[in-house]
């Protein structure tokens, strides 16, 4: 266990702000997740102290860069232009939303799945293909014996499967995961990255118009699908997805469009905030 001080963070905010779909609330001050073959659970305790099912070192090597503790969230809010009324309570409400760096693959693979999909059923897709393809993850019992944490919500915990894994899931396969018509992109994928066509860990080195045209190239990625990878998994804050929800926001507030020359890198942060926003005021 390891429990440090983070000002800026609002666990069930960034489990529903929809940019991943394995962080879960078990109940209103703990939040578990599942990434980089690990499970992880995070207490929220009193004065913006967290504690953390894992050691200081894995935290320290995994989930600071995991959740972006570097980042400058409350800088970023001071930036919003004040004549921004939209902006400025969009802010004020999702406050405590981080942008999360997820691993590459299962963020392209969970985002190619995500096209007119709604968030729980990508949930259910992406859980699918762990339960299926991926290996299950060993969980310390005792760490969960402290009252600190709550009792995990499964029994077992499957890793999402890495490329050379997935490669065992032909369309017909993929499709009875509950992928639909998204199986003949995820099978293009996992073949081109299998054939060494395509090296995620190499796009890292890309600048943004590189790395979103090598995007587009995957089979049935599109202008959304890579703004989402390229925010969610390389960190390219500067990225600002479109979607459904962000459209109706651009055409009921900014005339259609948002400026991104306004913000720079920290349209995908901004972006974020609107999203959960919009989405959940009503709710």
């Known amino acids: 266990m390891f429990i440090t001080q983070i000002k800026y963070m609002n666990l069930r905010k960034i489990a529903e702000s929809g940019q991943c779909f394995r962080m879960h609330m078990t109940d209103d001050t703990h939040a578990e997740l599942v990434a980089y073959n690990r499970y992880l659970q995070i207490a929220e ?7 953390f099912s894992c050691s200081e070192k894995e935290f320290k090597t995994i989930w600071a860069e995991y959740f972006d503790l570097s980042g400058d969230y409350e800088g970023t809010i001071r930036k919003i232009r004040p004549d921004d009324a939209f902006l400025t309570e ?6 405590g939303i981080r942008i999360l760096k997820q691993e ?3 963020t392209l693979i969970s985002y190619i799945i995500s096209q007119r999909k709604s968030i729980p059923s990508i ?12 290996n299950i993850i060993t969980i310390d019992n ?7 944490f709550a009792k995990p919500l499964k029994k077992k915990y499957y890793s999402f499967p890495n490329p050379q894994e997935l490669d065992k899931a032909d ?9 639909g018509y998204r199986a003949e992109y995820i099978y293009d994928a996992v073949k081109r990255i299998n054939t060494n066509m395509l090296n995620l860990t190499e796009l890292e080195k890309c600048d943004d118009s ?7 190239d995957i089979h049935g990625v599109g202008k959304k699908v890579a703004n989402c990878v390229m925010l969610y998994s390389y960190a390219r804050t500067k990225r600002f997805p ?3 929800w962000i459209q109706r926001i651009l055409d009921k507030y900014y005339d259609g469009s948002f400026d991104e020359n306004i913000y720079g890198d920290s349209n995908g942060i901004l972006q974020q905030l609107m999203f959960y926003f919009e989405r959940t005021k009503g709710i």
Do not use: P, W
């Open 45 to 51: 305790l009193e004065d913006n102290n967290y504690a």
């Open 90 to 95: 969009a802010a004020q409400y999702s406050y």
């Open 104 to 106: 590459h693959f299962e």
């Open 123 to 134: 949930m259910t897709s992406v859980e699918r293909i762990a339960e299926q393809y991926g």
């Open 142 to 148: 005792e760490v969960f014996e402290n009252h600190i």
């Open 171 to 179: 369309i017909t396969a993929l499709r009875r995961l509950g992928v």
């Open 210 to 216: 590189s790395l979103y045209e090598r995007l587009l």
């Open 242 to 244: 479109i979607d459904v």
